[in-house]
């Protein structure tokens, strides 16, 4: 993947150390935000953002 690509760049299936996340968000070649979809009725809790 080439983070520098594009002013922003948005990565499917973000990998962290600890778990991964529907997408990674970069600016500038830097991390700027991690996206966790779930569904409408799907609640959120720490075991389910895989952080």
Not at 14 to 31: H, P, R, S
Not at 33 to 50: D, H, L, N
């Amino acid at each position: 993947m080439n983070i520098m690509a594009r002013m922003g760049v948005a990565v499917r299936e973000f990998q962290f150390n600890t778990g991964e996340a529907d997408y990674g968000l970069y600016i500038d070649g830097k991390v700027a935000g991690v996206i966790e979809a779930k569904k409408e009725c799907e609640a959120i809790t720490e075991s389910s953002r895989g952080l």
